[in-house]
């Protein structure tokens, strides 16, 4: 776990509470938190192609989907799995809601024991995603 120790460090020093506000600062912010998110994103599918270690990169990428959508002004995202072509593992996960805090904590997607299109390490590519959730009023 010591993984997850790891990433637990980096998750509370990211955290800042703030109040969403117009300020062009805010919107750089939130900009370069998505891009952080795509470029982790690219790396882990680089390194999963080349059968390297990429799961910590992938959880990366989804780390900062996570605080990109708590700067938007959400509390809650849902995780989408890859509809019927995902593997039965990310299918049990789709549509679940859960708080961004409890996201962040402990950080259900991407799943290491994915089955879609393993690499030679036998790793699946999981496509779990998080989106931002409101309620239906
Ligand atoms: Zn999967």
Redesign the pocket.
């Known amino acids: 776990m010591g993984l997850f120790d790891f990433l637990k460090g980096k998750s509370l020093k990211g955290k800042t509470k703030q109040k969403s506000s117009n300020t062009i600062d805010q919107y750089s912010n939130i900009k370069t938190l998505h891009i952080e998110s795509m470029m982790y994103y690219q790396k882990a599918r680089e390194l999963y192609e080349r059968n390297e270690v990429f799961f910590p990169t992938l959880q990366e990428s989804a780390r900062f989907q996570l605080l990109n959508h708590q700067k938007n002004g959400f509390d809650r995202v849902e995780i989408l799995?890859?509809e019927s072509q995902?593997?039965n593992?990310?299918q049990k996960m789709n549509d679940n809601v859960l708080t961004i805090t409890t996201a962040l904590k402990n950080m259900p997607i991407p799943?290491k024991d994915?089955?879609?299109s393993p690499n030679e390490n036998g790793e699946?590519w999981?496509?779990?995603t998080y989106v931002p959730y409101v309620d239906d009023l």
Do not use: F, Y
């Open positions: 799995a890859a995902s593997c593992v990310c799943r994915c089955k879609h699946g999981c496509r779990c």
